[in-house]
């Protein structure tokens, strides 16, 4: 079955320090695999998406995020956290199953920390 | 410029109710979705279309019932708005179904039944 797994409900950072969200997922198939961010009252926007290219992406925003196959992860990271980046982050997986079914994690709060 | 736009953003109504929302992308994509985001930010799929036609119907009470006049538009109708119904409701678009389609989305419309 496929799924995603979000590992931090929430996660805490000081502004200025590194950010580590971190995402696993489960897939019979090369899955696409994308993070997006929503920010209070907002829609979802899409920071970055992996489709079988370049296994580190690189996404808006300083974001980044690399597929590890053999760990079946896309954890997404940015080197230095900045206020604007608070808000509340979504794994998804994108597979094919019978038709192609897009999967979304429960979601991870970011705080950033002045 | 707008993307995908939805209306109304908010809407407060009472138990027995009935309302629509209303959702149009000017992206000239082929497929439309309707999520549901709870309280707990969790993003369930709805509905979707394509080029007009359903193509996924999740379990969703059948008071809930999606309109698509054209691939531009897919409006959603709730019939008897039950308590439980209270939730944000994400319109998106895609280019068409399938593996690595980005989705994008609208700013969500904030329903509270009453």
């Known amino acids: 079955a496929q799924s995603v797994t979000q590992l931090d409900s929430h996660v805490s950072v000081s502004e200025g320090t590194p950010v580590l969200l971190r995402c696993n997922y489960s897939s019979s198939y090369s899955p696409s695999l994308f993070w997006y961010v929503q920010h209070p009252n907002k829609g979802l926007q899409l920071l970055l998406k992996?489709?079988?290219?370049?296994?580190l992406v690189k996404g808006i925003n300083g974001f980044e995020a690399e597929f590890k196959k053999s760990e079946t992860s896309f954890h997404l990271t940015k080197p230095s956290a900045h206020m604007s980046d608070a808000a509340e982050y979504f794994c998804?997986?994108?597979?094919?199953?019978?038709?192609?079914?897009?999967?979304f994690g429960a979601g991870t709060r970011l705080f950033v920390k002045a | 410029d707008t993307a995908v736009s939805q209306t109304p953003k908010y809407l407060v109504t009472q138990m027995g109710n009935d309302k629509s929302i209303k959702c149009e992308q000017n992206l000239g994509h082929d497929t439309m979705y309707w999520y549901k985001q709870d309280s707990k930010k969790f993003l369930k799929i709805m509905f979707s279309y394509n080029n007009k036609e359903l193509i996924i119907n999740e379990t969703v009470p059948n008071r809930f019932s999606p309109k698509s006049p054209d691939k531009a538009h897919l409006n959603l109708h709730i019939n008897s708005l039950e308590l439980g119904d209270s939730a944000v409701y994400f319109c998106a678009s895609s280019p068409r179904t399938g593996e690595g389609n980005t989705i994008y989305f609208g700013e969500g419309s904030w329903l509270t039944v009453v």
């Open positions: 992996y489709t079988s290219a370049a296994t």
């Open positions: 998804v997986v994108s597979t094919p199953r019978g038709g192609f079914k897009t999967i």
